[in-house]
């Protein structure tokens, strides 16, 4: 990587200065937590106009506007009183500990100005589509950052653009013409809902009923925050389902009547309110980067004018141009890295089909070593079709495309089995059993064809002949390769094969290709996940299930494990952790764990414990996904793409990273957040950058190069499948990459 860039690049993180404070703060004893600490922390933002208090480490701190006079303590008070008023905080007795000149570091001033715009609501929304009932809004989302620029730690806000599909009717309107109405928990649990009062908390989950709006509804409009949330209940029929939503900032289950929520529009949800989801996700990307930037410019002028009420101004966003420390560059093109395949063959990331033909697969799996070491190495495909449709061309190519990366085939059986338009249970069935008819001719692999409509019928309570087919096979150690009819009209066939073959040898063991230089940060890789599912018949609870895949020097895949048990929380237990470590392969070696998210609870001090147990020594590395600022490419004074492998550190253990080459018809890359946790063996950030750059090149499943590492890309799909019951017969570990 390289900080000397012939072009130069921006970001969406605009650093906060500070004018003039006038701050206050205070404690409550005894301590609460972080989640009680931001709801008590909003409530009192709300009690006094001009004021915005946080919560952080024990301590409220408070930031008021420069004209007025902060409240006094026994304001204060009475506003704890007014509060404590609201049954959830009932039960609570507090008594002040008043601080007269609080500290107010960067990660305060930062959290302090996010609570003004939380609070205000300064930004305008610009509409971009409407229609049915439908609309579509360039909106402003912000988060605070802290960032070091030059040896300087800083507060920031992130400013940056989303546009939400949002259904203009309410939840309620949506049950109440719900096809499946008549069962409640099946329509609603699980479902994605936006607060129509408070649109910052996000998306959230119905994660329980609690009874009917008429059974409570004098306590819940006590309790509502909002107007919209009043309304709604004073008008709600009493028969009106409650529902109990989860955002994702705390473990806190609110209470709400159907009317004030939205449901969130997704692939899932959009068939049943007559939608082409597809079609409504090109209103969604943002093309124009002037457009983009115009309203970030508006968006940052709104802000200004109030941050500057509280004495706070914010600066033009980092940028190379003032901070060229702060921005990695890439020396060559991502596409550029060396790959090792088979017979010794080395080629750039960019000619992998070139690599496979000439070399074959780096490694065959041992059920398909050459005849001479006693095992066939003929690939046996079945093929079932669940539309009608002349496949002899395609197959006929897919066995070309197999023999010319060394790999002979067989096509033992095909079936077709027609799909009525009134899907049945006994349709089912007899399906299961063409399955079972085609496994007992003991394939490797079954090809499957589907029809258009089946690629969204989880929504529905039958569920989809992908997941039934899935399932069935992969208890039975049998590998699959689905095509969908859409698919296979509207791409090339050339295409297809470049995704599916290699993708093919690597779910039957066979290692396509790996990196042709061995990294040189660790000599192991780990993936860490949870996946979690919603308990459907007991409100709030959650059933999870972690999984880890172990990867060697050169990026190769070498094993995966899942947890046998389900677990509660966000924790990994101890005894996994210890799985994850075992002392015959990781003793006295370097490990590198990527965490998806932040590792939670003891998961650090239990890893490390082990890692000293086996005299191992692990660099812990969180990957997050989401409230991540935009990065972009400066070439010639115009803004463009951002280049992958392009990364602003914002500190010494922490990088943002674009990983991903996104067209710009397309939009914008979402990057990575990369944090090295300060426990475990130190490294330097380049070398993390670099790393996770090169694992996101060997998946093996298709073309396009990950967002992810591979430690990490689809750990949810496993743990997920796990929590479906969905698994390889009995094994909780393999070789094989089912999940690609």
Known sequence: MSNQPKNHALSEVFPLRIIQCNATGFRLTPSIDKELGNRLSFRFSQQFPGVVVIWNQDTFFILGQLNIKLPSQEEWKQALAEIQKIDDFKRYYWSFQWLNKPQITPEILGKLSAQIFTINRPFDSVEVYEKKQVVIRREIEFWSEIIELQDTVTAGITLTLKSPIKFKGTLANFFENHPERQDPDKVLMGLKVKGIDFDFNGLGTIVGLAGTVGEHQDKLIEMAAGSTSKEALRNAPPEQPLVLVK??????????????????????????????????????????????????????????????????????????????????????????????????????????????????????????????????????????????????????????????????????????????????????????????????????????????????????????????????????????????????????????????????????????????????????????????????????????????????????????????????GEEIPQRFLEKLLPHNTLSDKTILIYRDGRFAGEEVNNLLERSEAINSQLILVECRKSQIPRLYNVNNQTIDVPEPGLSLKMSSHEAILVTTKVEKKIGLARPLRLSIRQQGKQVLIEDVIDTTLKLTLLHHGALKTPRLPMPLHGADKMAGLRLKGIYPSKMLEGDRQFWL
Do not use: W
């Not at 940052?300 to 004018?305: C, M, P, R, Y």
């Not at 600066?315 to 141009?321: D, L, P, Q, T």
């Not at 890295?337 to 070139?354: A, H, S």
């Not at 090809?447 to 899935?470: H, M, T």
């Open 247 to 568: 955002f994702s900032r705390n473990n806190k289950q609110y209470p709400y009547a159907m009317a004030a929520l939205n449901p969130a529009i997704t692939a899932e949800t959009a068939p049943l309110l007559d939608l082409d989801y597809g079609e409504l996700l090109k209103y969604t990307k943002i093309t124009d980067f002037k457009e983009r930037q115009d309203l970030l410019k508006k968006a940052q002028e709104k802000a200004d004018t109030f941050l500057i009420k509280y004495g706070l101004k914010l600066e033009r966003s980092v940028n190379s141009y003032d901070y060229s420390q702060n921005f990695l560059f890439p020396k060559k093109s991502i596409n550029q890295t060396l790959l090792l395949f088979g017979n010794g063959v080395i080629k750039p990331q960019g000619d992998i089909l070139k690599g496979l033909k000439e070399g074959g697969v780096f490694k065959r799996h041992r059920d398909f070593f050459p005849q001479e070491f006693g095992s066939s190495e003929e690939i046996k495909i079945s093929v079932l079709k669940l539309y009608d449709i002349n496949l002899d061309p395609f197959i006929d190519q897919v066995q070309r495309r197999l023999r010319d990366y060394k790999f002979e085939s067989d096509i033992i059986e095909q079936k077709y089995f027609p799909i009525q338009d009134e899907i049945k249970g006994e349709m089912r069935v007899n399906l299961e059993k063409t399955v079972d008819g085609l496994i007992e001719f003991d394939p490797d692999i079954l090809l499957v064809f589907l029809p258009e409509s089946d690629r969204y019928a989880n929504n529905y309570k039958a569920g989809s002949f992908y997941e039934q087919i899935y399932a069935q096979l992969l208890r039975r150690k049998i590998a699959s390769q689905f095509i969908y009819e859409d698919t296979f009209k509207k791409v090339n066939p050339s295409f297809i094969l470049s995704q599916i073959v290699p993708g093919i040898l690597a779910k039957l063991g066979n290692l396509p290709f790996v990196l042709a230089e061995p990294l040189s940060i660790a000599d192991y890789f780990i993936g860490l996940d949870i996946s979690r599912k919603k308990k459907q018949k007991s409100p709030g609870t959650i059933n999870a299930c972690a999984s880890i895949r172990l990867y060697g020097a050169r990026g190769e895949f070498i094993n995966y494990q899942l947890e046998g048990d389900f677990i509660e």
